[in-house]
């Protein structure tokens, strides 16, 4: 298996909408083995495929829950109901969350605090996963970018720009910017 490159924001990959898989062969199951090891080594606790410039609606996870638990999985083709999103200010201390295709940044953003995720596995079996909590907010991050959102792009206006200025800063928001985890050097 192999670690792949993630794409950083410009890519415009990570900006459209991702093609529903159609076929289930030896080719997905390598993928999502790669995305299984690209998010280890990123670290993450979840990685879309359209992060490692593939433009299909699978996304990995992996979280430690509250008991003790690991929450570790795949979700092909998904869908996503969520509670309503809390009005207000978000919390820097508990709603602030990264994403690798914006690597080294955080910033506070609401979501919903319940989800529930239906999809397939890699046999084709049926996932239902109803989440709370972080949990939930792993699956909400995850979905957007199969639908090309990044959360930088839901970031309410004073972090929007902050988070604007720093990609300009880096040099981001072009095409062809990835990078290797285990590596620090940006590629492209």
């Given at each position: ?147 090309g959102i990044l959360y930088v792009d839901r970031l309410i206006d004073e972090y929007k720009d902050e988070a604007n200025e720093i990609i ?21």
């Amino acid at each position: 298996m192999t670690i792949r490159p993630i794409c950083i924001t410009g890519n415009p990959v990570l900006h459209a909408r991702a093609q529903e898989v159609t076929v289930f062969d030896e080719a997905l199951a390598e993928l999502v083995q790669d995305m299984y090891e690209t998010m280890d080594e990123a670290p993450g606790v979840g990685l879309a495929a359209p992060q490692i410039g593939v433009n299909l609606r699978v996304f990995v996870y992996d979280w430690d829950a509250e008991d003790g638990s690991e929450q570790r999985g795949v979700v092909i083709n998904p869908t996503l109901e969520i509670s309503e999103v809390p009005e207000g200010e978000p919390d820097w201390d508990t709603e602030s969350e990264g994403c690798l295709s914006v690597p080294g940044e955080r910033f506070p953003l609401k979501r919903a605090n319940k989800a529930i995720l239906r999809g397939l596995d890699l046999n084709q079996n049926p996932v239902h996963i109803e989440a709370s909590g972080w949990f939930a907010r792993i699956f909400q991050h995850e979905f957007d970018h199969l639908e090309g959102i990044l959360y930088v792009d839901r970031l309410i206006d004073e972090y929007k720009d902050e988070a604007n200025e720093i990609i300009i800063e880096r040099g981001w928001g072009k095409d062809g910017l990835s990078w290797l985890p285990g590596k620090e050097k940006l590629e492209g």
